[in-house]
């Protein structure tokens, strides 16, 4: 089983695609071979769940949209500014809620947006101006490949 434990201890599990406190992003065919910087992007809970906004009234849980993440950006649950016990989940889920009643457009209500509206309501970093742009470019800048991920020694 690969794993990786991230700050807190949590560990992060590639074989069941757990990614605790990680915005995950997987490649869209052919959109994503002529774009590479578009592709599916998705939130998960602290115990590494994957909640992703995959079509109109619909938010997958633990079954990405377009497969398995292919990069992970570990974020900081220390960073969350919001109140509250279980404030990531809460977030997370409050999102995902709220994106169950949206119509999916691809270019302005979509995967990412889903992801920037859980990062608003935890006031992530303090801030509450995550959108599409911020999140490309630090999943872009901080996104790491999963395949990338060192081997637990037993």
Known sequence: MKQYHGSGGVA?????????????????????????IIGHMGICTSTGVIRDFAGPYFVSEDNMAFGKPAKYWKLDPAQVYA????AWDTAVHDASEEYKHRMHNLCCDNCHSHVALALNLMRYNNSTNWNMVTLCFFCLLYGKYVRSLPRQRG
């Open 12 to 36: 992060m599990d590639v074989e069941r695609s757990r990614f605790p406190y990680c915005v995950v992003w997987t490649p869209i065919p052919v959109l994503t071979w002529f774009f590479p």
């Open 83 to 86: 109140s509250g016990p279980n």
